[in-house]
């Protein structure tokens, strides 16, 4: 069963650090794309940060360059998203997800395509007061 669990959510003041865990199970490919979304209430969900499974490339947001670092653990099959110096509008509903399989020459897409996301968590809530 091919299935995507988050953790770490949680309620924290400005200015705080919180670490997101997706556990990734039941995934046979090597090279695909897994990333962060999030949503806020009656907003769209948005790209957070995203990596290339087959290689380490990340991309961000510009709201969350230098505040936020995703990483993999290979071993664990695990995804983290770290986030340091938290502001209110972090505030949302925060989401792990991968892809199919993807080639290297197309891992850009991994930051700028959504839709190539099809494989979904069930999110994690992130609450920061200011």
């Known amino acids: 069963q091919v299935q995507l669990v988050e953790s770490g959510g949680g309620s924290v003041q400005a200015g705080g650090s919180l670490r997101l865990s997706c556990a990734a199970s039941?995934?046979?490919?090597?090279?695909?794309?897994m990333g962060w979304f999030r949503q806020a209430p009656g907003k769209e969900r948005e790209g957070v940060a995203q990596i290339y499974t087959g290689g380490g490339s990340t991309y961000y947001a510009d709201s969350v360059k230098g505040r936020f670092t995703i990483s993999q653990d290979n071993a664990k099959n695990t995804l983290y998203l770290e986030m340091n110096s938290l502001k209110p509008e972090d505030t949302a509903m925060y989401y792990c997800?991968?892809?199919?399989?993807?080639?290297?020459?197309?891992?850009?897409?991994?930051?700028?395509?959504?839709?190539?996301?099809?494989?979904w968590g069930q999110g994690t809530q992130v609450t920061v007061s200011s």
């Open positions: 997800a991968a892809s199919a399989a993807v080639a290297a020459w197309a891992r850009y897409l991994c930051g700028e395509r959504i839709d190539l996301y099809n494989l």
């Open positions: 039941g995934l046979t490919y090597s090279r695909y794309c």
